[in-house]
């Protein structure tokens, strides 16, 4: 997997008409307040929230309309995200902006891409295997200071959507399992699922033939 290196956060809030910016050094950044509860912790989750991860947010967050912009670097490639709800635009070095409407499915592939995160997960509906969001890659480097201490690995909300899905990441961040691994996986999904249209198939014609064979004359 590539590094991502935050670069700028901006904080957009349409009730309230107002914005803040926050810039990121190429090394080390201390967030520092004289109090609590003054919104150091979300900060750190806006980050994530803006690529489209689902951090744990307080009320003062989410009772406002807002938006956020995240600047980023991978590989001396420059991004901007900007996320409002689940709609996401997404700006590559000088290209046009790209939008996706949702988090899941053709910007979960791109962010992905981006960063080189080959992990597949099977859906649940359907048993396909599919990139999953943007969270399973932060999953390591994110630990959310509250529920952390009661359940590993629950750093981000609607994780549920695939099924065991903790052994399968745990092994790809640590190294178990290798891109190749998901390449073969992908392929045995992919044949099953043209076995499984095959056998539909064969049991239409079965039908088709003891219809045939129980209602038309033999003459």
């Not at 359907?126 to 009661?150: C, G, H, M, N, V």
């Not at 609607?158 to 390449?183: A, R």
Request: with cysteine.
């Amino acid at each position: 997997m590539r590094s991502l290196k935050f670069k700028r956060l901006l904080v957009l809030s349409n009730s309230t008409k107002s914005a803040n910016q926050f810039e990121f050094s190429q090394n080390l950044n201390l967030i520092t307040a004289i109090d609590n509860s003054v919104g150091k912790s979300t900060l750190l989750k806006l980050l994530l929230w803006g690529l489209g991860c689902e951090p744990e947010l307080d009320t003062s967050w989410t009772s406002q309309d807002c938006k956020t912009i995240v600047d980023f670097e991978v590989e001396d490639n420059f991004y901007r995200i900007q996320r409002y709800k689940n709609q996401i635009h997404l700006i590559e070095n000088n290209s046009p902006v790209q939008e996706f409407q949702k988090i899941t499915g053709e910007y979960s592939k791109k962010f992905a891409e981006i960063v080189e995160f080959k992990a597949l997960l099977p859906n649940q509906s359907t048993s396909i295997l599919e990139t999953p969001p943007p969270a399973y890659y932060f999953l390591p480097f994110y630990i959310d200071q509250k529920r952390s201490w009661a359940n590993a690995w629950d750093n981000f909300d609607n994780l549920g959507q695939y099924q065991k899905w903790k052994s399968t990441i745990i092994k790809y961040h640590v190294g178990l399992l290798t891109p190749e691994h998901f390449e073969i996986e992908s392929e045995k999904s992919d044949k099953k699922v043209t076995q499984k249209t095959i056998e539909t198939e064969v049991v239409k014609f079965d039908t088709a033939i003891e219809v045939v064979e129980s209602y038309i004359p033999q003459n």
